[in-house]
């Protein structure tokens, strides 16, 4: 056998299995994937996308797959390439999100020997991906490797486990690595998902509020028509896209102090990590505390969960609960020009058809303490394990995986982490995608944490704030954006409005 019937027959595989969307990284080594890619792209069958920098395309599939719910392939070559993409796979595990990760190799007979762009790259990403694969040029038949291409996806999809994630398929490629491309063949299977179905009923009349953490849309829905059902108190957060009804507490991390110390029973959706109030509430051990998840996982970092279901049901809550909370939410965004300011700003700026993505720093807990919206835009984040590299790669999937407008909410060090995202390849498709930094010149997070207490001031700005000083409107001109800066609301508002695609706020470091 050869390895462009190899490459061939993994894209065939792929496509037989329902991938739409592969993002490649070129290279040597994956020469035969890249070719069979290219002609499936040419055919209509597949969409190809293809950007220079690894941890680009990693993120970029992130979006693509995060967005329309599908796994997504990234093509890598061999070496130090293949490094590259463990952020996004530390994410992808995180928050259950699928990808393949087809990772070219050379034969396993080189690796130890010194040979060039050769390294031991076979479960490089550790317990960050839910299993590996290996197929190889010089060892078995279309039909072996089509069979390893589907438990890939079906892996990867979580269709028997209800546990999706990153899958990496590592290919071995001997030479040549180039020829003439076989005819594309069909490699189908069918696969019979594990289905929910149980709900679990919580009879005990107990005070009850709904918690919903970043979740997908779906998720996200179904929390909220839970609590409004019964009249519960629901503590959203930002990319939990249950954030808006009657029901919608804003400034919900500044009652857990006062009334949320009544509360009885916590009903969790989605992964809630954004707030320390927030982690204390589900650490408590006189609650009682349900997860719900259509997962096989779920998320207890407190260990407090003594029920996890599919779905829940539980009892209509008294009238004056609910009222209460509505009472005591005082949600503003203040006075001056801030991140809360920036935030409030873009969220009334969108509406239901637009995509939101905003980076895991202090932007995102500066848009949790503003007023809810009742036609929010769908709302993501990279919240699976918080990172903030990756987020314009990020949002690129998602717009090019929905086709819907969509505005990349970042503070100035996020934005500063992905600049390579920022590059529109002149070859490839380009979603419409805004950017909007809320710069305030640093680490502005790390105040309201431990460090920016008085007694480390000395320090503080040189190894915590990290203030760089760096034009972001010329370096976004420099790269094709139409770029402006703005320094107050109505200046915002204004570019906002406007054709600008790209705008960077200068603000006051924020007090969260």
């Not at 991938?19 to 040419?42: Q, Y």
């Not at 916590?266 to 992964?271: E, P, T």
């Not at 790269?479 to 200046?491: I, L, T």
Request: with cysteine; proline share 7%; glycine share 10%.
């Amino acid at each position: 056998m050869s390895s462009i019937e190899l490459g061939s027959t993994i894209i065939d595989a792929l496509i037989s299995m329902g991938m739409r969307d592969v993002v490649l990284a070129p290279g040597s080594r994956s020469a035969a994937l890249a070719l069979a890619a290219d002609r499936a792209d040419r055919a209509g069958v597949l969409r190809l996308h293809v950007r220079i920098d690894e941890r680009v395309a990693a993120f970029t599939a992130l979006g693509l797959a995060k967005a329309s719910g599908t796994p997504v392939a990234v093509i890598t070559t061999s070496g130090t390439a293949v490094a590259n993409l463990a952020p996004a796979a530390m994410e992808a595990k995180a928050s259950g999100v699928p990808l393949i990760f087809l990772t070219a190799d050379r034969p396993a007979h080189f690796v130890g020997t010194g040979a060039s762009q050769t390294a031991d790259q076979v479960g490089v990403f550790g317990p960050s991906v839910l299993g590996v694969i290996r197929l190889n040029s010089d060892s078995g038949r279309p039909a072996a490797w089509a069979a390893g291409v589907h438990r890939a996806v079906v892996l990867a999809a979580g269709y028997r486990t209800r546990q999706p994630g990153p899958v990496q398929l590592n290919v071995e490629f001997a030479a040549p690595m180039v020829a003439e491309l076989p005819p594309p063949a069909e490699w189908p299977l069918l696969v019979s998902p594990s289905q929910p179905g149980s709900v679990y009923r919580a009879d005990k009349p107990l005070r009850t509020v709904v918690l919903v953490g970043d979740a997908t849309p779906e998720e996200g829905a179904a929390a909220r028509r839970l609590a409004e059902s019964v009249g519960a108190p629901l503590l959203a957060e930002p990319t939990s896209n249950a954030r808006g009804g009657g029901c919608a507490i804003a400034g919900y991390r500044n009652l857990l102090d006062g009334i949320g110390k009544e509360i009885e029973r916590v009903v969790v959706f989605g992964h809630p990590t954004l707030t320390r109030p927030v982690a204390t509430l589900i650490k408590r051990s006189d609650i009682e505390l349900i997860a719900v998840s259509p997962r096989a996982a779920w998320h207890d970092p407190g260990h407090r969960a003594v029920v996890v279901a599919d779905s829940v049901e539980f009892p209509e809550q008294d009238e004056s609960w609910l009222a209460r909370w509505r009472a005591a939410d005082a949600a503003d965004v203040g006075e001056g020009f801030t991140q809360r300011h920036v935030a409030h700003a873009v969220l009334s700026a969108l509406d239901a058809g637009a995509d939101l993505v905003i980076g895991s720093s202090s932007i995102i807990r500066a848009a949790d303490v503003i007023p809810v919206s009742d036609n929010a835009p769908l709302v993501y984040a990279n919240r699976g394990v918080a990172g903030i590299d990756g987020t314009v790669a990020t949002a690129t999937g998602i717009a090019l995986a929905d086709a819907r407008p969509t505005t990349v909410l970042v503070g100035d060090l996020t934005l500063q982490h992905d600049l390579g995202a920022l590059v529109r390849p002149t070859l490839e498709p380009w979603p419409g995608l805004r950017v909007v930094v809320a710069d305030d010149d640093g680490g502005s997070i790390f105040h309201t944490l431990e460090q920016g207490a008085p007694e480390y001031a000395g320090s503080f700005e040189r190894v915590f704030g990290t203030p760089q000083g760096l034009d972001l409107v010329a370096v976004a001109t420099s790269m094709g954006w139409h770029a402006v800066r703005v320094a107050d609301q109505a200046s915002l508002e204004a570019a906002l409005a406007s054709d600008a695609d790209f705008i960077v706020a200068a603000v006051r470091r924020p007090e969260l």
